[in-house]
Antibody
Framework: EVVLLESGGGLVQPGGSLRLSCAAS????????MTWVRQAPGKGLEWVSP????????YYADSVKGRFTVSRDNSNNMLYLQMNSLRAEDTAVYYC?????????????????WGPGTLVTVSS | QSALTQPASVSGSPGQSITISCTGT?????????VSWYQQRPGIVPKLMIY???KRPSGVSNRFSASKSANTASLTISGLQAEDEADYYC??????????FGTGTKVTVL
């Protein structure tokens, strides 16, 4: 069974930093791209950042470019999102999802499994 | 990158069919056969319902179907059931490993 579990969310002041983690199990993590998607309270889904299976390719939404960094540790089946210079508008539930970039031999242009999410609140 | 446009809400009675539209541009929906649809019930993780415009993952009811014409994709739910009440989001690949989600549609079963 595929399981994704995010952690690391919490309350942070504007301008602060936070590192989110996503622990993956139930599949060969190193064969799949992963993506961060967020959802502000009462709002819709917003694509944030994918990373290829190897970790060599990363991309970012314009709203987070230059402030967020996605990375992964394939030896420990972990996905990360380093968030710096946080703003109030970054307040959201952050989901990790499988897919969205190049995996083992092919691109997966959809997100087939999602974690329950972790809430990030940026407020003074 | 602007969000894809979906109706805010769609409703129907049990057993009826409803269709949710998702309008993008020639740079996303109209350019790639890579629209996916997600169901999000209250407090539940988003669930993949359709991928690559029309394909249904194993385990998803065949009451869910999808189509696309030019810059507009559509999700149809046939034989509407109470359990179908949820928010639905479309998502399109937009090139250079970027994606854009739709604004979301709340489906109400009357």
């Amino acid at each position: 069974e595929v399981v994704l579990l995010e952690s690391g969310g919490g309350l942070v002041q504007p301008g602060g930093s936070l590192r989110l983690s996503c622990a993956a199990s139930g599949f060969t993590f190193s064969n799949f791209a992963m993506t961060w998607v967020r959802q502000a309270p009462g709002k819709g889904l917003e694509w944030v950042s994918p990373i290829s299976a190897s970790g060599m390719s990363t991309y970012y939404a314009d709203s987070v470019k230059g402030r967020f960094t996605v990375s992964r540790d394939n030896s420990n089946n972990m996905l990360y999102l380093q968030m710096n210079s946080l703003r109030a508008e970054d307040t959201a539930v952050y989901y990790c999802a499988r897919g969205g970039e190049y995996g083992s031999g092919s691109y997966q242009y959809y997100f087939d499994y999602w974690g329950p999410g972790t809430l990030v609140t940026v407020s003074s | 990158q602007s969000a894809l446009t979906q109706p805010a809400s769609v409703s129907g009675s049990p057993g009826q069919s409803i269709t949710i539209s998702c309008t993008g541009t020639s740079s996303d929906v109209g350019r790639y056969n890579l629209v996916s649809w997600y169901q999000q019930r209250p407090g539940i993780v988003p669930k993949l319902m359709i991928y690559e415009d029309t394909k249904r993952p194993s385990g998803v009811s065949n009451r869910f179907s999808a189509s696309k014409s030019a810059n507009t994709a559509s999700l149809t739910i046939s034989g509407l059931q109470a359990e179908d009440e949820a928010d639905y989001y479309c998502c399109s690949y937009a090139g250079l490993s970027t994606y854009v989600f739709g604004t979301g549609t709340k489906v109400t079963v009357l």
